[in-house]
């Protein structure tokens, strides 16, 4: 898998075509689902056909048209790094079978989503699934250096750790983070903010697809 052209590819999508999944695609993302639950005991689920959660309201920032799957992201509390992480996964594996996305918060109904919680658990937050009207667009970024450490003398697998994070969504496109090389470990760091904390995860599991290396790459 080249991660950095799939990363490179998704963009957040908002505008969904009239269409349901396709088998295959579905095989795929829940198989990611799977998998991800398993190893991090979050109960992360897949809804399909279900078109209340993003009905549409008056046309704002961050409002969806024609959504009508999405990820629901589940799991015990304090696991908003995990959340991150993991939801991640599940984009990267809906963006490699052709399924677009987008992290949603806020703007979707929580009261309509048909969506299993277990006692003590929480919905932390959906991600919206579907075929674009459009592969969605490129948008502003930080650079490496604003983010990190980086030098001329840094290595190719931090630089393109970096790379990738960049190429990670952030709530409001905040990029609220920072990365430090320590001897051949990396420490990362969110800064203050709203969501800081997943998208601290999604940015580490960019990071660590995007450098090649495992999770044992973390400072402790
Ligand atoms: C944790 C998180 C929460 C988000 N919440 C919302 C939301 O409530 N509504 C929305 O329209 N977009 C939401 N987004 C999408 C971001 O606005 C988007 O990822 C960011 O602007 C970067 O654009 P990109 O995904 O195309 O790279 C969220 C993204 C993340 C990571």
Redesign the pocket.
């Known amino acids: 898998m080249d991660w950095l052209e799939l990363m490179r590819a ?3 999508v ?1 505008r969904f075509l009239d269409k349901p999944l396709e088998g295959a695609a579905v095989e795929a993302i829940q198989a990611e689902i799977d998998a991800c639950n398993r190893e991090s005991g979050l109960h992360i689920q897949l809804i399909l056909n279900e078109p209340e959660a993003f009905r549409a309201e008056k046309a704002h ?2 409002s969806f048209e024609g959504c009508k799957n999405y990820l629901a992201l589940v799991g015990p509390k304090d696991r908003d790094e995990a959340v ?1 992480y993991y939801g991640q996964r599940i984009v990267l594996a809906a963006q490699a079978a052709g399924v677009n996305s ?6 979707y109904k929580k009261g309509k989503a048909k969506i299993e919680i277990p006692a003590g658990e929480t919905n932390y ?1 959906v991600i919206a699934l579907g075929y674009g009207k459009t592969q ?1 667009s490129p ?1 502003k970024s930080k650079t490496p250096e604003q983010i990190s450490d980086v030098t001329d003398a840094s290595p190719d697998w931090y630089r393109r750790g970096l790379e990738a994070v960049l ?1 990670a ?5 905040q990029q609220r983070f920072r990365f430090s090389l320590e001897g051949d470990k990396v420490r990362a760091r969110r800064l203050f903010g709203p ?1 800081t904390k ?2 601290l995860g ?1 940015a580490k599991l960019h990071f660590e697809l995007g450098s090649g290396r495992g999770p044992d790459l973390w400072a402790k």
């Open positions: 998704r963009h957040s908002r920032y961050g991150g987008c992290w949603v918060a806020l703007t937050m969605g948008r190429l969504p952030t709530a409001i496109n969501c997943v998208d999604i």
